[in-house]
């Protein structure tokens, strides 16, 4: 099972969007509905973003969203904030009860 | 709140056999399905198994041969057992709750750095 492919960096200035790609196959991401996302900052833990390729957890700021067509999930962060500068990594079912995560994308706040 | 804590020796010696625990809180273990994810320094992360609350398991097809996941439901806790380690499998590890929707991890332990050195 490879790893779903995201680019390695993204960024954008205070304010502004930006969005980050998960191309995977139709035997994982195009498959099923069950793309997640995760922000994971220096030294610390994975956090939950999106569920269910669109679903935001309880806290999640709603500048945070998720889509999906065919093979290819997205992540947007609108009005960026200097927080939300991290690593984040997307993950989906892959069938027979596996789980494959993406490769991760490094987002900058300019 | 839920909250998960990995414990285990910090160095492996290569060929010998990794074990980690993760002891929960705020949650019943019986009543969820627990996974353990790995990170290697710099990388993106692994899910490695899990164990759900059948007592059934799901291992990475990539280290299935290796990997046993467990629970003990009179410690609330759930364990990682890799065998014949090597450096490849030296990482942070990560235990994590099933959130039961199929598919996503919504807590996390603070993740045990593991080196698999002589």
New interface residues.
Partial sequence: ?S?LTQPPSASGSPGQSVTISCTGTSSDVGG?N???W?QQHPG?????MI??VSKR?SGVPDRFSGSKSGNTASLTVSGLQAEDEADY?C???AG?????????TKVTVL | QVQLQESGPGLVKPSETLSLTCIVSGASISRYSWSWIRQPAG?????IG?SYTSGGT?Y???LRSRVTVSVDTSKNQFSLRLTSVTAADTAVY?CARD?G??????Y????TLVTVSS
């Fill in positions: 099972q790893a099923y069950h793309v997640s995760y610390k833990a994975p956090k939950l569920y269910e957890p990594y993950s989906s079912f027979s009860n596996n789980y494959v995560f993406g490769t991760g | 990388e993106g992360l692994e899910w899990r799901d990475n097809p990539s990560y959130s929707r199929a598919g996503d991890f919504d996390w332990g603070q993740g």
